[in-house]
């Protein structure tokens, strides 16, 4: 469901599922957490793999984002398609997360 890099101060986190609903979610959300819980509280979240994702997925994001935000962290959702994109624009996701278009961005806002 991911592949990782560990960099020197975050850790980039590739989701390679394309589709996250269902009985998928309560996987990404055990997974997700014990990526968290054992590594770096800055996170880049490449979501270019990512088709579709249900309402429970972007709750799994909002927790994980939460938790990292409690460690005085940060996590960076980035690659979105222009679908999530849209969908994320007009659930005002936006307002809860930090959102970039590409992976370079993420790398340079998560550096400040």
């Not at 005085?72 to 690659?79: A, H, L, T």
């Not at 994320?88 to 790398?107: G, V």
């Amino acid at each position: 469901m991911f592949s990782f890099s560990e960099k020197k101060d975050y850790m980039v986190i590739k989701i390679i599922e394309p589709k996250i609903f269902q009985e998928k979610v309560f996987i990404f959300k055990e997974q997700l957490l014990s990526i968290i819980e054992n590594h770096s509280n800055k996170i880049i979240l490449d979501m270019s793999g990512v088709e579709v994702i249900n309402s429970t997925g972007i709750g799994v994001l909002i927790l994980i984002n939460d938790k990292i935000k409690k460690q005085s962290g940060i996590m960076i959702i980035c690659c979105l398609n222009n679908l999530l994109n849209e969908l994320f624009e007009r659930m005002r996701l936006n307002t809860i997360f930090s959102i970039t278009d590409s992976l370079d961005n993420a790398e340079r806002f998560v550096k400040q």
